[in-house]
């Protein structure tokens, strides 16, 4: 017996979409903020700065274009993010900042992949 596809209403996409974008960037600018605090001002070093912030701004073109691929590449990117802040919480001694950027880096991760998920639904719907 084959699968009934829903139908897709086109507004109520388009209205997720754009909240998962608005909420992309928040944290988008919130972890790269982190890192410039963390790093330029609490005690790391312009090389951890580097290393951290590099990775996040090779998608930052494909984002501003908002194509689906970047979108894609940015929660790949994210899964080490989120595996070191998570290693990084689970250690006695850390400071906030390594919860601050567990809960970004999953919070951005799942809107990047709904965003995603979403530009695709809506392309399919208006073609």
């Known amino acids: 017996m084959a699968r009934k596809s829903k139908a897709i209403d086109p507004v109520r996409v388009a209205r997720k979409l754009e909240i998962a974008r608005k909420l992309n960037w928040v ?6 903020l982190l890192f410039a605090v963390w790093n330029l001002f609490i005690g ?49 001694g850390r400071g906030w900042q390594h919860g601050v950027l567990t809960a970004l880096s999953l919070i951005l991760f799942v809107s990047a992949m709904m965003t995603s998920r979403w530009q695709v639904q809506l392309h399919n719907a208006n073609t």
Not at 27 to 32: D, N, R, S, T, V
């Open 27 to 32: 944290c988008y600018g919130g972890l790269l």
């Open 44 to 92: 790391g070093s312009i090389k951890w700065w580097l290393l951290q912030t590099v990775p996040l701004l090779l998608v930052l073109p494909g984002l501003l274009k908002q194509r689906q691929r970047s979108y894609l590449w940015l929660c790949f990117i994210l899964l080490l993010y989120i595996t070191a802040g998570i290693v990084d919480v689970m250690m006695p």
